[in-house]
């Protein structure tokens, strides 16, 4: 795997410095204007190659305008970057030879399977593949339909984020009292608001840092549902990979009561 | 110039805590918070914003209600449920269609496609860049607005802009604090670097995502170092993931103890360095040595890394 992807990689070098020399003698701006190109137009770059023509048009059309590049033409090649497809569609709605057609692309893995009464979806995004968005919706259309669904989420409020708390009935975010675990939660704080979801917070580690994150969340009236305490032993437990509510009882008393308050319907 | 990018693969690992101290450690360093969705390296550095840039990326695609005949064409091409059946009425229809901009591509489909022109495709602000000063050296730094996408444009925007201060203020290492995962917006901090650190945990989590993204320098072609934070934690994981990396061709460049200091120093808003000489911050000292070390060694990277960038010029 990767002998022949190092190989096309200095291959792809080559002909880049080779575009640069043409791009120098001859700049595509210069080309496209003399062609015709104006603001507004939408122009398809059919055979992009590394997009030298591409960026120029898009400089030309402005932003009303623009440029398609997902697809390219190398000799009579045509080659399409599966990296860049957005599976928008636009492509097959234009072509006048009905010749594009659509494809599954597989981009990762799907698994399901259960822990004792616990049912599990797993979703793992191949490596180098840039969208997760598609992969998550996946996993949630494949969770069983039961009385209680968790999602693990990613960090961030990014779009992998947004496409895994959308539709959701309450938002759970995790922090710890300290200015990066503060300022984190303040981001996921807007994008909750900005989704229109319920929320609430739980502190872990509440012991380790400052009282900024409560003081926080008087001042919005955002609701903490538990704290945690920090514990070397919870640390430990997970670094081998098991259940701090198994191994450590007093941390296993705050979960379950955090469980509690969030079936006892509580207004967050 | 050399590029240095820290990443993780897992979220919170300690990588911020570790850029923050090797900024205050390296003496002619540029740096980048490249973790775009959740910057942090503010929090520590305190930046004195000089320049501040809006980002603009990809378009987001808006309905005019006035214009809006409601034929829902729009809603039949969108592929990304982000057509909604229900904007406010108008002189024509009693109901238009609504676009959720938090869901659209920004593909453009619904806007080539609308025969009453009743749709507007706009450039969309995503966030804000900055280039500042701190007391460690410049930093370029963004802010991602929520839900904003584009988050790997806005990193190859922050690196290149480091490379511009770099040059002008002639200094020689850049220093970028990566983002958890895989996706868009590590591969973009990735293409090109010079060395990837890799701080780890040993947790069984930390192990998987540390394979997950070492696969990824691999496949991009940066040489990896790694370092193990909270070592001590479980030394069985420790030596596993050493053990891993040794076979994956990445040099093992250090432990971390776990310290409490850490903590401290980041509610001090300090560098671990600066706050304090237990023995984190000792360990981060001996670190930073070897990953120069590192860096020196991998020129051939580097060299790939300059006539890619020539390229994309």
């Known amino acids: ?14 002909m880049s410095l080779m575009f640069c020399v043409r791009d120098w003698l001859r700049p595509p701006t210069r080309i496209l204007q003399e062609s015709g190109v104006r603001p507004g137009m939408a122009v398809l770059d059919f055979g992009c190659g590394r997009g030298g023509f591409s960026l120029a048009a898009a400089s030309l059309v402005g932003p009303e305008g623009h ?78 339909d039961v009385e209680l669904t968790v999602l693990d989420c990613p960090p961030g409020t990014s779009c992998p984020v947004i496409e895994s708390v959308r539709g959701c009935d309450l938002l759970l975010l995790v922090t710890e009292p300290t200015p990066f675990g503060l300022h984190d939660l303040k981001l996921a704080v807007e994008m909750a608001r900005a989704l229109g979801l319920k929320f609430g917070v739980v502190v872990n580690r509440a012991d380790a840092g400052d009282r900024e994150v409560w003081d926080y969340c008087q001042r919005q009236r955002i609701a903490i549902l538990a704290e945690i305490p920090d514990d070397r032993a919870v640390a430990e437990a997970y670094s081998r990979g098991e259940l701090a509510a198994s191994c450590v009882p007093h941390v296993a008393e705050r979960i379950r009561g955090l469980l509690e308050t969030l079936q006892s319907g509580a207004r967050v | 110039m050399k590029e240095l990018v820290v990443i993780s693969g ?37 930046p004195r914003t000089l320049r501040r840039e809006d980002f603009t990326a990809g378009s987001k695609a808006r309905i005019k209600p006035g214009h809006c005949t409601a034929c829902g064409k729009c809603e039949e091409l969108c592929r990304f449920d982000a057509v909604y059946f229900d904007g406010p009425g108008n002189g024509k229809v009693p109901k238009t269609f609504r676009v959720d901009t938090i869901a659209c591509e920004g593909c453009g489909v619904c806007f080539d496609f609308c025969a009453e022109k009743a749709i507007d495709f706009a450039p969309a602000v995503c966030g804000q860049w900055f280039v500042s000063q701190t007391r460690c050296g410049p930093m370029v730094h963004a802010r991602l607005g929520v839900a904003a996408e584009n988050s790997g444009k806005l990193v190859t925007q922050l690196r290149r802009t480091a490379q511009q201060v770099a040059a002008q203020q002639k200094r020689d290492l850049i220093l970028c604090d990566g983002s958890p ?31 997950r993204v070492a696969q990824l320098t691999m496949q991009l072609g ?31 460049v250090g432990r971390i103890p776990y310290d409490p200091a850490v903590t401290r120093a980041q509610i001090a808003r300090k560098t671990v360095v600066e706050a304090s000489d237990g023995p984190a911050a000792q360990a981060i000292r001996s670190l930073w040595a070897k990953t120069q070390e590192r860096l020196h060694l991998s020129l051939p990277a580097a060299v790939g890394g300059l006539v890619q960038l020539a390229a994309q010029e």
Not at chain 1, 1 to 14: A, H, K, V, Y
Not at chain 2, 14 to 38: I, M, P
């Open chain 1, 67 to 144: 440029v398609y590049g997902a697809i390219a033409c190398v000799g009579r090649q045509t080659l399409i970057f599966t990296e860049l497809c957005h599976a928008c569609g636009g492509c097959l709605l234009v072509c006048p030879e009905g010749a594009i057609r659509e494809v599954p692309k597989p981009i990762g893995r799907l698994r399901t399977g259960a822990s004792g009464p616990v049912q599990f979806v797993e979703g793992v995004l191949n490596v180098g593949e840039a969208m997760s968005p598609p992969a998550i919706r996946a996993v949630k259309g494949s969770a069983p």
């Open chain 2, 222 to 252: 940066v040489p990896g170092a790694m370092a193990v934070n909270k070592a001590d934690l479980n030394g069985e994981v420790t030596r596993d993931l050493e053990e891993l990396a040794g076979q994956r061709g990445i040099a093992v």
């Open chain 1, 1 to 14: 795997m990767t002998e022949p992807l190092s190989q096309s990689n200095l291959g792809f070098r080559l």
């Open chain 2, 10 to 46: 897992k979220g919170g690992t300690g990588k911020t805590s570790v850029v923050a101290s090797f900024a205050s450690l390296a003496e002619k360093a540029v740096l980048v918070d490249c973790d775009v969705d959740a910057a942090d390296l503010h929090l520590v550095l305190q």
């Open chain 2, 181 to 211: 995962g895989i996706g868009c917006p590590v591969i973009a901090s990735l293409t090109g670097a010079s060395l990837a650190l890799f701080v780890v945990e040993p947790t069984a989590s930390g192990q998987h995502d540390f394979l």
